[in-house]
């Protein structure tokens, strides 16, 4: 274990002064880098006025302003706000509502879910019902829910000399071949927009989205968008969903409409967390909220995309590099045994640790998925700090995949 004493912009500092980049947003969390002191001075003036408060029957300033900007910002028609305090709770709440809608609408027969192959989306159970990496779910497999799953519209596994987008429009051939055996009893379909993270970081073509859009509107589901790893700009556009034109469900008025009701009409929605709406953090989001206002950080972000697509182009010709792809500020490399036939590493052999460890004796954390080394930096990062990062990753793929 690395103790990590401060950090600093894009750094990371441990207890004996050593220094790491962090290539991966400590967990793709980080928007605007470590210490941030916009962000500091905004959640000490918060704990000063009030910390915490009970979000049932209360509220508080920060939580109505930040509602009202998240509002403002999201795509159109999404006009109702509901707050969890983690990613995973985000999707607990989003499959709890889609249920519960349609059970308040008469409609208790729709109680499945489809999710996409390779889709992550927290490791509570309902979110790790809905996800498909093996790794997180095989040990809970018999707690958890069971989604139908449709194949996953990843530009990587396409068929031979198909473009991004005729995978696109194939996975959805199929996704709506699903939807007609299944809509009757499905509550929604969850997807992760764009890029699916911890699944590999597979990316697809964005008519994927519009097209969902269109199915699940068709099919009368709910179309949920986990947007907790590429939303606030990871993907080049404030919201991935933008990218294709379209609103994900929640949660609209409609859907709030359905809980309205008298308390004898058992209607309401249930789901709280001891630090639902906390002060402290809503504060936090909207000073993030703030910098997007205030400095131009999507076209920075777009310059800095570019200069990593730069820097990351050579490896396209690695003889142990499958793929080379990047949606926005999020880049992947794909490492293989065989190119010609994209024959993987035995598992066993973990070559991504190989990448991981390189990284961290040369200050850079990376942190594989597998054998797919991924960069997702803090948007602070310096065009001098994405050379060093790609430097010690192209260093770590050629040490990793020798021999």
């Known amino acids: 274990m690395v103790p990590i004493v401060r950090g600093e912009g894009a750094w990371l500092i441990d207890a004996d002064g050593r220094r790491y980049l962090d290539g991966i947003s400590s967990w793709w969390t980080n928007l605007f880098g470590h210490a941030n002191p916009r962000i500091a001075a905004a959640l000490a003036a918060q704990a000063t006025t009030l910390e915490h408060v009970i979000f049932a029957g209360f509220t508080h300033e920060p939580a109505i302003e930040l509602a009202e900007e998240l509002v403002r910002i999201t795509p159109p028609g999404l006009n109702r706000v509901f707050y969890a305090d983690n990613g995973s709770a985000a999707i607990e709440v989003a499959l709890k509502m889609s249920f519960h809608y349609w059970l308040n609408q008469g409609h208790g027969e729709k109680t499945r879910f489809i999710a996409l192959s390779g889709s992550y989306h927290g490791e509570t159970l309902g979110a790790l019902s809905v996800s498909d990496v093996a790794l997180y779910r095989k040990t809970y497999a018999p707690l958890l829910l069971t989604p139908f799953l449709a194949p996953s519209p990843d530009a990587y596994e396409g068929e031979p000399g198909e473009s991004p987008e005729q995978t696109a429009m194939h996975r959805l051939g199929e996704m709506r071949a699903l939807l007609e055996h299944h809509a009757h009893e499905t509550c929604a379909v969850i997807i992760e927009p764009l890029v699916q993270c911890a699944g590999g970081m597979r990316m697809y073509h964005p008519s994927y989205l519009t097209g969902l859009r269109a199915l699940c509107d068709e099919f009368a589901v709910h179309f949920i968008a986990d947007e907790i790893a590429v939303g606030f700009g990871r993907t080049g556009t404030l919201f991935a969903c933008e990218q294709a034109g379209v609103s994900p469900v929640l949660t609209t008025t409609q859907i709030y409409e359905a809980f309205y009701a008298e308390y004898n009409a058992g209607k309401a929605f249930l789901h709280s967390h001891s630090y639902t709406g906390n002060p402290l953090a809503c504060r936090v989001a909207l000073e993030t909220l703030a ?58 052999e973990r070559r991504g640790l190989r990448v991981y460890l390189h990284g961290l004796q040369h200050g850079v954390l990376l942190r594989p998925l597998g054998d797919v080394v991924y960069f997702m930096p803090p948007y602070v990062v310096s065009e001098a700090e994405i050379d060093l990062l790609v430097d010690v990753a192209v260093a770590g793929i050629e040490h990793a995949t020798a021999g």
């Open 291 to 348: 910098i997007f206002r205030d400095e131009p950080v999507l076209e920075r972000n777009r310059q800095l995309a570019a200069h990593l697509a730069r820097r990351l182009e050579p490896l396209r010709d690695h003889p142990h590099v499958a793929d080379v792809r990047q949606t926005g500020m999020i880049a992947a490399v794909e490492l293989v045994a065989d190119k010609s036939c994209r024959r993987p590493f035995p598992p066993v």
